[in-house]
T-cell receptor
Framework: KNEVEQSPQNLTAQEGEFITINCSYSVGISALHWLQQHPGGGIVSLFMLSSGKKKHGRLIATINIQEKHSSLHITASHPRDSAVYICAVPIQGAQKLVFGQGTRLTINP | NAGVMQNPRHLVRRRGQEARLRCSPMKGHSHVYWYRQLPEEGLKFMVYLQKENIIDESGMPKERFSAEFPKEGPSILRIQQVVRGDSAAYFC?????????????FGSGTRLTVV
């Protein structure tokens, strides 16, 4: 079993829909990262959170440390949100990140 | 602040050649991490360096791969005698300190193609 599991692996939705991507992890952590990667592109850090909820524009990230679960939500989705979304957790005193397999999101106009 | 700079963006090498990938961390960041993303796979940790020191190289293949982060200049990931299986995207990230709350800044990656 991977230390970090994401679901779904692929998600296709229509423009305007509310999107939820889930991340579960098995290791003890104090922070979790959500990253975005466009096809052929670099990696952008969206959120780093250790408790509760964070919001940036149409993106919302929540985490439940006790349940070892985090979610990334996108409100009023847009085709430009199409990308791979990756959750990652630091281990070994944050010397390294362990990544989920990513969720490939496609938003159709 | 130019962020984490990686070059080249794309690199094509023939089997048996050497590949050198460069990463300049953000200003003020002394911690550098290299990650590899094989085609259709997730990102995997390779190596963690601080200035002039390799702290953790547990993710590096035992042969042909090496990394350095000299006192002056960028961090270098070096792959000798490349093989087709080395074709991947290599990402560098930097942080200002060690600890889960410092956060990471990623570069745009180097896409290595071995022909």
């Amino acid at each position: 079993k991977n230390e970090v599991e994401q679901s779904p692996q692929n998600l296709t939705a229509q423009e305007g829909e509310f999107i939820t991507i889930n991340c579960s992890y098995s290791v003890g952590i104090s922070a979790l990262h959500w990253l975005q990667q466009h096809p052929g592109g670099g990696i952008v850090s969206l959120f780093m959170l250790s408790s509760g909820k964070k919001k940036h524009g149409r993106l919302i990230a929540t985490i439940n440390i006790q349940e070892k679960h985090s979610s990334l939500h996108i409100t009023a989705s847009h085709p430009r949100d199409s990308a791979v979304y990756i959750c990652a957790v630091p281990i070994q005193g944050a010397q390294k990140l362990v990544f989920g397999q990513g969720t490939r999101l496609t938003i159709n106009p | 602040n130019a962020g984490v700079m990686q070059n080249p963006r794309h690199l094509v090498r023939r089997r048996g050649q050497e590949a050198r990938l460069r990463c300049s961390p953000m200003k003020g960041h002394s911690h550098v991490y290299w990650y590899r993303q094989l085609p259709e796979e997730g990102l995997k940790f390779m190596v963690y360096l601080q200035k002039e020191n390799i702290i953790d190289e547990s993710g590096m293949p035992k042969e042909r791969f090496s990394a350095e982060f000299p006192k002056e200049g960028p961090s270098i990931l070096r792959i000798q005698q490349v093989v087709r299986g080395d074709s991947a995207a290599y990402f560098c990230a930097s942080s200002p300190g060690l600890g889960p709350h410092y956060g990471y800044t990623f570069g745009s990656g180097t896409r290595l193609t071995v022909v």
